[in-house]
T-cell receptor, first 112, second 114 residues
Framework: AQSVTQLGSHVSVSEGALVLLRCNYS??????LFWYVQYPNQGLQLLLK??????LVKGINGFEAEFKKSETSFHLTKPSAHMSDAAEYFC??????????FGTGTSLTVIP | DGGITQSPKYLFRKEGQNVTLSCEQN?????MYWYRQDPGQGLRLIYY???????QKGDIAEGYSVSREKKESFPLTVTSAQKNPTAFYLC?????????????FGQGTRLTVV
């Protein structure tokens, strides 16, 4: 069975500070990993994804994530938070069966 | 532009009524999905379809029904059997592959029972 755990349902950072959103997964087979962002009353937008190859992946809006197989993690980072980064972030995994499994989300607040 | 269109954006339903949420995609994707989103619970899979005229129940299918008569369309009906239908509903699609490489989402429909 596959599952995704996002540590911290709410994260607050100051504008200009490092953003770190944590994601751990469990999977019996090599997964594809995703981070999505959701603004209020909107759908989910893909930030970045890992499928194969380089384990450090860069996405939109200055975000990046590193796939660490030994730690079963795929944490999302951004060096300097901007007010516009305030949103809900979801980590997801896909394995076999063309299925996606989502974490419960982390709400990011950026303090001016 | 290619994408997924959900309609309506807001929907109000009286208790005891069935209501159908529309989802259309022009991405030529084989797979389509319906998720329900409640605060603090993330996305929960209601139904999914990998191919026309075929669909499978997800984790919370009770009180919902779907059809997949065309590749582009995957409507969701919320029936009166769904005890707590007020939620934000998201439709998604992806090309068929294992693992799936990316899900594209619509803008969602917010359903409120009044």
């Amino acid at each position: 069975a596959q599952s995704v755990t996002q540590l911290g349902s709410h994260v607050s950072v100051s504008e200009g500070a490092l953003v770190l959103l944590r994601c751990n997964y469990s999977s019996s087979v090599p997964p594809y990993l995703f981070w999505y962002v959701q603004y209020p009353n909107q759908g989910l937008q893909l930030l970045l994804k890992y499928t194969t190859g380089a384990t450090l992946v860069k996405g939109i809006n200055g975000f990046e994530a590193e796939f660490k197989k030994s730690e079963t993690s795929f944490h999302l980072t951004k060096p300097s938070a901007h007010m516009s980064d305030a949103a809900e972030y979801f980590c997801a995994v896909s394995t076999t069966g063309n299925q996606f499994y989502f974490g419960t989300g982390t709400s990011l607040t950026v303090i001016p | 532009d290619g994408g997924i269109t959900q309609s309506p954006k807001y929907l109000f339903r009286k208790e005891g009524q069935n209501v159908t949420l529309s989802c259309e995609q022009n991405l030529n994707h084989d797979a389509m999905y319906w998720y329900r989103q409640d605060p603090g619970q993330g996305l929960r899979l209601i139904y999914y379809s990998q191919i026309v005229n075929d669909f499978q129940k997800g984790d919370i299918a009770e009180g919902y029904s779907v059809s997949r008569e065309k590749k582009e369309s995957f409507p969701l009906t919320v029936t009166s059997a769904q005890k707590n239908p007020t939620a934000f509903y998201l439709c998604a699609s992806s090309g068929y592959s294992e693992p799936a490489t990316e899900a594209f989402f619509g803008q969602g429909t917010r359903l409120t029972v009044v």
